[in-house]
């Protein structure tokens, strides 16, 4: 079956910028929904940010409104994620996430999960 890649992750200094991208690989995925979630070790998965390709557009986690920036195309399923100002709190493995649902809002449950992509931000 289809599976969500994600490429992009990296290092950068406190400030920097990164640029993440997430498609799906290996065939088509029905998903009306995509998002972004990073995990630090010993923590629970956080929501990033989400799109919708029908219905509301996008909804962002406090921690990064107004420094990151999603966005996506929706004939190939493919969704970015810009993150600027970054901050060493940010380090994470970050995931790339599909759900057939429509609610950018409901953090809870997709259907199709990323094997993460590693970032770094240091002093």
């Known amino acids: 079956q289809a599976q969500l890649v994600e490429s992009g992750g990296g290092l950068a200094q406190t400030g920097g910028s990164l640029r993440l991208s997430c498609a799906p690989s290996g065939g088509t995925l029905y998903i009306n929904t995509m998002g972004w979630f990073r995990q630090t070790p010993g923590e629970q998965r956080e929501f990033v940010a989400a799109i919708s390709w029908r219905g509301v557009g996008t909804h962002y986690a406090d921690a990064v409104r107004g420094r990151f920036t999603i966005s996506g195309d929706s004939s190939k399923n493919a969704v970015y994620l810009e993150m600027n100002s970054l901050k060493p709190g940010d380090t994470a493995v970050y995931y790339c996430?599909?759900?057939?649902?429509?609610?950018?809002?409901?953090?809870?449950?997709?259907?199709?999960w990323g094997q993460g992509t590693q970032v770094i931000v240091s002093s």
């Open positions: 996430a599909g759900k057939r649902g429509y609610s950018v809002a409901d953090y809870g449950i997709y259907d199709y």
